[in-house]
């Protein structure tokens, strides 16, 4: 842009801004770096003479486009900090209709949102879709600016941005859904960006009682199209910054989560079958909200059966409708299969398994669920634990994860799954598999923890496993083939020299700092020994042990 198209953006000829723009719009608007605008001030000369235009209210045909170039200037984040645009974010807010001074939305507009006359909330006149055009415009250029400058953000938090947003949201009247979606974007980037907000909506407004409500209200559509399903993903992603600030009093959380944890659900069976991006967005966004929902109120995520009543998905378990779960479950899969073929990241599986260690811990039904799909009576033992792609395959390789959070929550998965229980532990997946575990929590003898749950066991063994049950390694977890004994044909003699042979060089290894072998201790953990020798004390010790813990 030259000096001459500058000067005519400043002549205020509504013919000549208008082709400029057009053609400044179309040239740049997949545009992201303005190193050339930082040139003669051109970046602000352009700022200036396009707010003078939206300052201008004889112009105001001309607002959508200027509001598409500032949509474009607006990425640029070395200009935005170089320059004062104090005054022209209240513009924008006015624009948007975020300001004490103006209404929600455009009178014409409000027409209440349980208004019987559809035809009349679907066809509003030329200047309602024009003057919407605009908001959302410059609904776009604040989710810009607050996203790129820190000084933009402070001002919008100052003008009480979040406030009028969800006043708009919690009105009675009809909101076009382009708006809602920006609305919910500016929120969830005001929220993400800026914790002081979040404590304000959530204590001071409400905020997430109303959106709360908002999405239940959703559900009652029939139908979603592309752009109402966007709204409910953004909305999601803003109740989840709402909801990590945490400081309400337990009883007010309760009653929020109660509610919050029925809608959740409700969405999970709406959208679990997850048939396309957006619904698996949706799925994904209801889960890391669950991360922050109370283990008390999580069993809202069963429903009692009732065959009476109709249901759009239906999942069978001890009388409950756990289709919850199991889109908990499916997305665990789908996930997981994703970060073995390097799609996905591990930030995407510690919240589901941190909802289903939260499932498992808090209800028996929903415990003896997870543990039917994730633990399924042994049949074929011929493979290792961690070969295959059934959940238990999965969860076994998991435990190798360089990621000590999701290492630590499939663990702990596992540990409740089988009820504490270390020897069921090592039926399903091996000793070696799970000595992590074991030596984190004391238990390498593998002796029972006192738990609370029941002692009866839903544990039973199928015909196939104790069939091979007498040739499975206790420390592989799957079926030896029967081998020849090395030390068959051996002499008394050799055996002696060869276990010598052993001992001298662990020995060796061991005042040379290689090692540090240790011997399990009375708490269940690893004790270092100060000579090789006291690992035979303790091998004695150990089996002595094991040897009682039978006969009992």
């Not at 507009?109 to 909330?121: E, G, P």
């Not at 905020?207 to 139908?223: A, D, F, P």
């Not at 009883?251 to 957006?278: D, K, P």
Request: hydrophobic share 40%.
């Amino acid at each position: 842009m030259d000096r001459d198209q500058l000067e005519h953006l400043r002549s205020k000829d509504p013919q000549k801004i208008c082709e400029i723009l057009e053609r400044f719009n179309k040239k740049n608007a997949n545009l992201f770096d303005f190193e050339k605008f930082h040139l003669d001030n051109l970046w602000l000369n352009l700022w200036q003479a396009i707010f003078k235009i939206l300052n201008t209210e004889p112009l105001e045909k001309l607002h959508v486009l200027s509001l598409n170039t500032i949509r474009i200037l607006s990425r640029d984040r070395l200009s935005l900090q170089r320059h004062n645009i104090d005054s022209d974010v209240h513009c924008l807010l006015k624009l948007a209709r975020l300001t004490s001074s103006t209404s929600l939305i455009p009178e014409t507009n409000c027409v209440d949102k349980n208004s019987t006359d559809v035809a009349a909330a679907t066809r509003p006149e030329s200047s309602d879709e024009i003057e919407t055009h605009r908001i959302v415009e410059a609904l776009k250029c604040l989710c810009n600016l607050v996203f790129q400058s820190a000084d933009c953000r402070r001002r919008c938090v100052r003008q009480n941005v979040a406030d009028h947003i969800i006043r708009r949201m919690s009105s009675t009247v009809h909101i076009p859904c382009a708006l809602e979606l920006f609305d919910t974007k500016l929120l969830f980037l005001i929220t993400a960006l800026e914790s002081s907000v979040r404590s304000r909506v959530m204590i001071e407004l409400n905020g997430l009682t109303y959106m709360t409500e908002n999405l239940n209200e959703k559900l009652h559509s029939k139908e979603f199209n592309e752009e109402e399903l966007d709204v409910m993903v953004e909305l999601l992603k803003a109740m989840y910054n709402v909801i990590s600030y945490t400081e309400k009093s337990p009883s007010e959380n309760e009653i929020q989560n109660l509610h919050l944890t029925g809608v959740v659900r409700e969405l999970l069976f709406r959208f679990g079958a997850m048939r396309g991006e957006r619904e698996r967005a949706i799925v994904s966004n209801c889960i890391n909200l669950l991360v922050y929902v109370s283990s008390s109120c999580l069993s809202e995520l069963m429903v009692k059966w009732d065959s009476e009543i109709g249901t759009i998905r239906v999942t069978i378990f001890d009388k409950h409708n756990v289709y919850a779960l199991d889109v908990l479950l499916n997305f665990f899969h789908l996930v997981v299969e994703e970060l073995e073929n390097g799609v996905a990241h591990t930030d995407v599986i510690s919240p589901v398994l941190t909802v289903l260690v939260k499932c498992v811990a808090s209800n028996r039904i929903m415990r003896h669920y997870v543990r039917s799909v994730v633990l399924p009576p042994l049949k074929d033992v011929s493979q290792l634990p961690e070969v295959g792609t059934e959940l238990r395959n999965y969860l076994c390789r998991l435990q190798g994860n360089a990621d000590n959070v999701v290492r630590d929550l499939t663990y702990e998965l596992l540990f409740l799954c089988c009820k504490k229980n270390p020897r069921r532990m090592v039926k399903h997946f091996g000793y070696g598999n799970m000595a992590g575990l074991f030596c984190k929590k004391g238990m390498l003898d593998c002796r029972r923890v006192e738990t609370d749950f029941s002692t009866d066991s839903d544990d039973s063994d199928t015909e196939e496993y104790k069939k091979n049950q007498h040739a499975i390694n206790p420390v592989t977890g799957s079926f030896i083939t029967p081998q020849a004994n090395p030390m068959q044909n051996m002499s008394e003699e050799e055996k002696e020299y060869h276990a010598m042979q052993l001992v001298n060089v662990i020995d060796k290894l061991h005042r040379g700092g290689l090692i540090k072998p240790c011997n399990i201790g009375d708490d269940g953990k690893l004790q270092p020994v100060d000579h090789i020798l006291e690992l035979q004390t303790g091998l004695i010790k150990n089996v002595d042990s094991h040897n009682m813990q039978n006969d009992n």
